[in-house]
């Protein structure tokens, strides 16, 4: 099938040309139907540039919610078994799609809040500012086998799990897409930084991205510099002029490693007893916690033992901690020579996995 590139036309139609079982993600960043009336302006009664779009006015509810079935349905045959689909949305249409979504037969992992650091004023004066959208991440159904890089999440995140809480920047700056008379390209430009997460979090280097509403590329720009396939549906030629701009001047990266995914579950199982008959440490040397206060030693089996206790190196470590569990590679250390820095015992499973398990 053919990727990497911008189809013009409705979204419904050109997602009908598309084969079944075809695309891995898609991504949606369909019109909001804000029922905005009438024209806003700020407190020096400059005119707010908002969303305004023949694009995202629809008669009635009724008339929205036909149109997200329609666009949905095909959404869903599209879609691998196992593939996973976003929608983005707003407290005026985020609701009834995700009603869509549940009806229509998806199951829904996520929702995703993304806190916008540097939201639009309510200038108004007669709300809450709006400062967050709402992202559904939703399985095709609840037995696919969907892609979640949860330990690369994790390494974004400084070693925490990713929560669920976004904290992301409206696009801004040099980012937003302007026109040759300054003005903005498209109302609505998400920030790469958004999509950065979402690709990186659900798919691997070659899948394939839809999105059907492609706009000014977003989607598309952060698939190519991730080393993922995309396909973009937009029906405005402005928009998709700039898309393809913005795209033609990306580079990808060269280095495929550089991309891949960290998965530990994918690692060989490597347990403590492996390091003791590669010789990488010995029976009866002496393990410490790190700062000394506890000292086992090493048996033969792979266990260890403090006084009349003995057990794995997760079983002892929890046990003299207080806790329920314990990463043992991580609680017990060793030293090279005697009376030398203490490094925890993760450092011999790293060694044995570079030489042995490579």
Same mark, same amino acid.
């Given at each position: 099938m053919k990727t990497n590139f911008i189809m013009h036309g409705d979204s419904i139609e050109q997602m009908k040309k598309l084969p079944d079982n075809s695309v891995d993600v898609i991504f949606a960043d369909p019109p909001y139907n804000m029922?905005?009336?009438?024209?806003?302006?700020?407190?020096? %009664?400059?005119? =707010?540039?908002? =969303? %305004?779009?023949?694009?995202?006015?629809?008669?009635?509810?009724?008339?929205?919610?036909? $149109?997200?079935?329609?666009?949905? %349905?095909?959404?869903?045959?599209?879609?691998?078994?196992?593939?996973?689909?976003? =929608?983005?949305?707003?407290?005026? !249409?985020i609701f009834r799609v995700g009603a869509k979504i549940q009806d229509l037969g998806f199951w829904i992992l996520n929702d995703i809040v993304w806190v916008k650091t540097n939201p639009m004023p309510n200038f108004r004066g007669t709300r809450f500012t709006n400062a967050h959208e709402t992202l559904i991440w939703c399985a095709k159904s609840e037995k696919s086998k969907y892609t979640f890089n949860y330990d690369s999440m994790k !390494? $974004?995140?400084?070693?925490?799990?990713?929560?669920?809480?976004?904290?992301?920047?409206?696009?801004?700056?040099?980012?937003?897409?302007?026109?040759?008379?300054?003005?903005? =390209?498209?109302?609505?430009?998400?920030?790469?930084?958004?999509?950065?997460?979402?690709?990186?979090?659900?798919? %691997?280097?070659?899948?394939?991205?839809?999105?059907?509403?492609?706009?000014?590329?977003?989607?598309?720009?952060?698939?190519?510099?991730?080393g993922r396939h995309y396909i973009g549906i937009e029906r405005d030629e402005n928009y998709i002029k700039y898309a393809q701009k913005r795209l033609d001047a990306i580079t990808q990266i060269a280095d495929d490693t550089a991309l891949e995914p960290v998965n530990k579950k994918a690692e060989p199982r490597i347990p403590f007893g492996s390091v003791i008959e590669h010789g990488l440490i010995k029976p009866g040397t002496k393990l410490f916690d790190i700062k000394r206060r506890y000292c086992a030693t090493v048996k033969a089996d792979g266990s260890i033992y403090l006084g009349s206790d003995h057990g794995s190196i997760h079983q002892m470590g929890a046990k003299v901690a207080g806790l329920a569990s314990c990463n043992g590679w991580t609680f017990w250390h060793f030293e090279r020579k005697k009376n030398d820095d203490l490094l925890p015992l993760d450092t011999l499973r790293q060694q044995l996995k570079s030489e042995i398990f490579c």
């Open positions: 029922q905005l009336g009438g024209d806003l302006h700020r407190p020096d %009664n400059t005119k =707010v540039d908002a =969303v %305004n779009d023949a694009w995202d006015k629809f008669s009635d509810f009724a008339a929205y919610d036909d $149109f997200t079935v329609e666009w949905m %349905n095909q959404a869903r045959r599209i879609l691998k078994e196992n593939g996973t689909m976003w =929608v983005i949305g707003s407290y005026h !249409n !390494n $974004f995140n400084d070693g925490l799990q990713m929560r669920s809480d976004w904290h992301v920047p409206i696009c801004l700056g040099s980012e937003r897409l302007k026109d040759e008379a300054g003005k903005k =390209v498209h109302t609505t430009q998400k920030p790469e930084a958004l999509l950065y997460r979402i690709i990186l979090a659900s798919t %691997n280097p070659g899948d394939v991205i839809l999105d059907p509403f492609f706009g000014t590329g977003t989607t598309g720009a952060v698939a190519k510099k991730l």
